[in-house]
Antibody, heavy 120, light 108 residues
């Protein structure tokens, strides 16, 4: 069965960087894009960007351009999302999600989420 | 960027009642790219409806989606206890995905 397992919670100081991992299993890793979506406490969902594990190309939401980097390691079927220059507004639950291949552009499977807390 | 506005913000209903949720786009959305998700407390979102009106695998038929252009609707015909949750619409366009702000369906 498809699983996306994310790394554990992080606490960071303002100005620091955080790197969250998302390990995929149960399918061919390079066949599906992985997206990152975040959710601030009590707020809605915000799309951050995606990576194509086949080749590593990325597309980032304009809001995060210059601050986010998505990478992948095909040997371990793991995708990473690094966010730099953290500020308190970046405190959120960060999800990875697998994109669909059926042409409908949906997010079929989701990780369990990783809480990133930014606090001095 | 296309902005999705969901209404109402909160819907207070009783089990067995019908829920009608709205998602309005700032520009026309390709119906194939309009998706609905359900998020229960403490859980990740779950794919509910894709292509504006097709139910995802395992989604009961009390859930239905409709609409086109800029106006889309999610209907839950008879609310079950497990349906009280937050619902988000999402659209794709020009290599960008955006979500609505969500509608919370709460027990009255």
């Amino acid at each position: 069965q498809v699983q996306l397992v994310q790394s554990g919670a992080e606490v960071k100081k303002p100005g620091a960087s955080v790197k969250v991992s998302c390990k995929a299993s149960g399918y061919t890793f390079t066949n599906y894009y992985i997206h990152w979506v975040r959710q601030a406490p009590g707020q809605g969902l915000e799309w951050m960007g995606f990576i194509n594990p086949n080749g590593g190309s990325t597309t980032y939401a304009q809001k995060f351009q210059g601050r986010v980097t998505m990478t992948r390691d095909t040997s371990t079927s793991t995708v990473y999302m690094e966010l730099s220059s953290l500020r308190s507004e970046d405190t959120a639950l960060y999800y990875c999600a697998r994109g669909s291949r059926d042409g409908y552009k949906t997010f079929e499977y989701w990780g369990q989420g990783t809480l990133v807390t930014v606090s001095s | 960027e296309i902005v999705l506005t969901q209404s109402p913000g909160t819907l207070s209903l009783s089990p067995g009642e019908r829920a009608t949720l709205s998602c309005r786009a700032s520009q026309s959305v390709t119906s194939s790219y309009l998706t609905w998700y359900q998020q229960r407390p403490g859980q990740a979102p779950r794919l509910l409806i894709y292509g504006a009106s097709s139910r995802a695998t395992g989604i009961p038929d009390r859930f239905s989606g409709s609409g086109s252009g800029t106006d889309f609707t999610l209907t839950i015909s008879r609310l079950e206890p497990e349906d009280f949750a937050v619902y988000y619409c999402q659209q794709y366009g020009s290599s960008t995905w955006t979500f609505g702000q969500g509608t919370k369906v709460e027990i009255k």
